[in-house]
């Protein structure tokens, strides 16, 4: 089992710049890859950004390319979302989610139904 804990969330205004940290505990041995999704009201959630856990690939949706980056610490267990030149259209719920599965060098980490386990989130709100 891993648990995971997001924090770094908050109000900010347009064109500022926010980092999500997400802290994985437990069998955190077994990852193999991290990711970053996210739910505005009403919206289905939608991927944001993975990294793997073991290797260097990193993916990132296009609407956020250019302004959001992924990071990983491996010693802490955890996952960063720098976010750069926020939008108002970036409002919304952001998780990190864990993926136990072997894939190899594709859009995989794109989709929910490759993770295990998931965060509760930690909202982001950008004002305009």
């Known amino acids: 089992q891993v648990q995971l804990v997001e924090s770094g969330g908050g109000l900010v205004q347009a064109g500022g710049s926010l980092r999500l940290s997400c802290v994985a505990s437990?069998?955190?041995?077994?990852?193999?890859?991290m990711g970053w999704f996210r739910q505005a009201p009403g919206k289905e959630r939608e991927f944001v950004a993975a990294?793997?856990?073991?290797?260097?690939?990193?993916y990132t949706a296009d609407s956020v390319k250019g302004r959001f980056t992924i990071s990983r610490d491996n010693a802490k267990n955890t996952v960063y979302l720098q976010m750069n030149s926020l939008k108002p259209e970036d409002t919304a719920v952001y998780s990190c989610?864990?993926?136990?599965?072997?894939?190899?060098?594709?859009?995989?980490?794109?989709?929910?139904?490759?993770?295990?386990?998931w965060g509760q989130g930690t909202q982001v709100t950008v004002s305009s």
């Open positions: 990294i793997t856990w073991s290797g260097t690939s990193t």
């Open positions: 989610a864990v993926s136990k599965g072997r894939y190899g060098p594709s859009n995989a980490y794109s989709y929910l139904g490759n993770y295990d386990y």
């Open positions: 437990g069998r955190t041995f077994s990852i193999s890859a």
